[in-house]
């Protein structure tokens, strides 16, 4: 990573939906100075720098955005992969599976010969295996993979959270771990008003109740079929979450975002990429945190941890 006062350059790798959501919020957000747009239809990617140019003038960024390719990732701080198959309605992530395998590695070994050293952050779904995918193709360290994880469910979690309680989201923690998708799960042990836990708030409150509570969790697993379902895909909240994760990573934050990270040890499910809270800084992850889960939750967590491990051990195998 630069220090400050050196370029921040980012290589957006698919100009589609969600690369151009997310290089649109880079732009309107100022978060780096070079930004480089790399598709397998390079005419897309040369219209697309040129529309985001011509709205230069509007933004508080003089950021140098052109349509490029993989020799120039050899310089930048970020490569963020968003190309891949689109989700067809009604099929769930693990089925994208076999279409993108064979993207990623006709995508991954150019970025290696450019020389690139600095962080990967994946979107491609089903994200947790991509990222792993990308880890396994590059060799490089684990906390310099990075996927998109749960922080878009998070936000989804903490959203209806907020709509449901009358509180602003920003002041509800709550978490969505595991699996990006359909084993995905809500560790209530861990969901905080203000500085109370919510099942707390819900038992004094006669409106309220634990039902509705997982009725919500259940809402937030199934909205990314719901928005395919009524527009064809989803790109602006995925947009928004990496433009987030990048200020994280840039600004040395160390600040705590649901990605997937690779959980190394314990409970059989060492070397699995799955969503979980990471305290995230200039180099990538610092660390991943330790859950203090109740037994349910743990096994509901491991579960999905499982799951990904058995999809991984049929593309290795």
């Known amino acids: 990573m630069k220090d400050n006062g050196f370029t921040k350059k980012i290589a957006i790798v698919g100009t589609g939906f969600v690369g151009m959501s997310f290089a649109y919020a880079l732009l309107c957000e100022g978060i780096c100075d070079e930004l480089v747009l790399l598709d397998i239809n390079r005419e ?46 009604g099929e769930d992530r693990i089925s994208l599976l076999k279409r993108n395998q064979a993207v990623f590695e006709s995508i991954i070994s150019p970025i290696l010969s450019s020389g690139f050293q600095g962080i990967f952050l994946v979107a491609t779904n089903p994200v947790d295996i991509m990222t792993r995918m990308v880890q396994h193709l590059s060799g490089f360290d684990s906390a310099r993979v990075i996927g998109s994880g749960t922080t878009l469910d998070t936000a989804r979690l903490r959203y209806l959270l907020g709509a449901y309680l009358s509180v602003d989201p920003k002041n509800v923690h709550a978490y969505v771990i595991g699996e990006h998708g359909d084993s995905e799960m809500v560790p209530w042990s861990q969901a905080i008003v203000g500085t109370k836990p919510i099942r707390e708030v819900v038992a004094e409150h006669q409106a309220f109740s634990e039902n509705d509570l997982q009725n919500i969790a259940t809402e937030v697993r199934r909205a990314a079929y719901q928005i395919i379902e009524v527009k064809g895909a989803t790109y602006y909240g995925i947009g928004l979450s990496l433009v987030r994760i990048v200020k994280a990573v840039f600004g040395g934050e160390n600040s705590i975002l649901t ?21 995230l800084g200039r180099d990538g992850v610092r660390e991943v945190l330790r859950l203090k889960l109740e037994e349910k939750e743990k096994e509901e967590f491991l579960q999905s941890c499982r799951k990904l491990k058995e999809v991984w051990e049929e593309i290795i195998l």
Not at 44 to 71: P, Q, R, S, V
Not at 261 to 278: H, K, Q, W
């Open 44 to 89: 897309k990617a040369i219209g697309e720098a040129m529309d985001l140019n011509h709205g230069l003038a509007f933004a508080k960024t003089n950021m140098k955005i052109f349509a490029g390719e993989y020799t120039d990732c050899h310089d930048a701080d970020m490569v963020v992969i968003c190309a891949g198959v689109s989700q067809k309605p």
């Open 259 to 279: 990605v997937s990270a690779r959980l190394d040890t314990g409970n059989g499910i060492g070397n699995v990429y799955a969503g979980v809270p990471c305290i």
